[in-house]
Each structure stands twice: as C-alpha cells, then as structure tokens.
C-alpha cells in the first residue's frame, strides 16, 4: 500500500520565481494538509484541503496557495519566492475520521 | 494561544539505557495529543497518540507516553534505547475537528545515542 508520495524531492529555485510542489495522498484518504518545516524548526501548517476546498490555513502569506483535484491528489503553489521560503515541504493525508500519514517532503532550495 | 515546548533541544543517552522526552503543551480544551519520529531527510512517523481514556499511551517501536493534565505534560519514553532510534523526535497538539485539525508541533529534541 503506496503511502503518501510527494514530488519532486529536491528543488532549487531563484528569488522571485514561482514553484509547484505535488502530493498524491495515501490510498483511500481524502484530506490533504501541508507543513513547512525550516531547518532545525518544527514543522508549520500551511493549509488543509477537503473536498477540494481550503477547510483551514495556517498563518502563511497568500503567496502560498494550493489546489486539491477529484483524485484526491493536491499542489502547493508558491509565488515570488523568497529566501526565507527555503525549507521542507511535508504533505499529510488522512480520512476526516482518521490520522495522518505524512510524506518524506519536498526539499526547496530559493538561491 | 495554543502552543508546544519541548525544553530540551539536544539529548544523548547510551545505548540501553532509559529516555524520557519532555513535552508541555498549551490549549483550552482537552487536547490532542501527538509524538512523532523524524529520520534525516525524512517525513514524520507517527509514534503514539492520545485522544482520551487511559493517561499512558503505548506505541510503536516500545515507546510510551503519559497524559498528566495538571501538568499540562505529554512526555515521552523508552525504558532501553536502541542505536536505531537516534531521530528527532516531535510533540505536537492538535487543534479542531477530531484528530485531523491542524497539528502545532514543537521545535524537536534531537536524539543521539552513544554505543
């Protein structure tokens, strides 16, 4: 049983550019959530996705958007990077009933 | 405002030996509970988790939590460390519907273990 799978796994990006970061949850699981986690922090809560829809967010610019589709599978968009966006992009799927099952992350670079 | 503190950064022990991981969290109603695992380059793996009933919680690779309210206290242990369980471990609460609201982690305690 495939966990949850995010994509890519490393990424380097320039100041003022724009970025796409793919999850595909777990098998059965409607509920995306997404965490940033700088370097020696504890991660952050983004945003959650349910039913294709924003149900929560966390205190994160509206830089930081995001996207969920019918498969269930969601995008994290960041625009107008900045150094400080550099971190660890973790997803986490679960059911509404249930806990999550995170994923290995994204690891973003902004030079 | 809800919060985690995890007062120690840093924790090395030897192998064998006892371990126990601080938490102290901060939320207004009956709170949610979480520690995860987190390997270099890796994502979090849920360890235990408690929502209610029995303060102290069992979970997976031998590790243990108990619950004390009047404490506002969620602490971690392993009665014999492993060298495989070196890690950073994180506490986190939960905060909104059920057990799948939004998670506030704390900053981590790094764990080394000496052979």
């Known amino acids: 049983d495939a966990g949850v799978t995010q994509s890519p796994t490393h990424l380097i990006k320039t100041r003022g550019q724009q970025v796409t970061l793919r999850c595909s949850p777990k098998s059965g699981h409607d509920t995306v959530s997404w965490y940033q986690q700088a370097l020696g922090q504890g991660p952050q809560f983004i945003f959650q996705y349910y039913e294709e829809e924003e149900r929560q967010r966390g205190n994160f610019p509206d830089r930081f958007s995001g996207h969920q589709f019918p498969n269930y599978s969601s995008e994290l968009n960041v625009n107008a990077l900045l150094l400080g966006d550099s971190a660890l992009y973790l997803c986490?799927?679960?059911?509404?009933?249930?806990?999550?099952?995170f994923g290995s992350g994204t690891r973003l670079t902004v030079v | 405002a809800q919060s985690v503190t995890q007062p120690d950064i840093h924790i090395t022990v030897s192998e064998g030996a006892s371990l126990e991981l601080r938490c102290n969290y901060s939320?207004?109603?009956?709170?949610?509970l979480f520690w995860y695992v987190q390997s270099p380059g890796q994502g979090l793996q849920l360890l235990l988790k408690?929502?209610?009933?029995?303060?102290l919680v069992q979970g997976i690779k031998g590790f243990e939590a108990e619950f004390k309210r009047s404490q506002s206290s969620f602490n971690l242990r392993k009665p014999s460390v492993h060298w495989s369980d070196a890690a950073e471990y994180f506490c986190?609460?939960?905060?909104?519907?059920?057990?799948?609201?939004?998670?506030?982690f704390g900053q981590g305690t790094t764990l080394q273990v000496k052979p």
């Open positions: 986490a799927s679960s059911l509404i009933e249930g806990g999550y099952t």
């Open positions: 986190a609460v939960g905060q909104g519907s059920g057990n799948t609201g939004k998670l506030i």
């Open positions: 939320y207004g109603a009956t709170p949610y």
């Open positions: 408690y929502f209610s009933g029995d303060t």
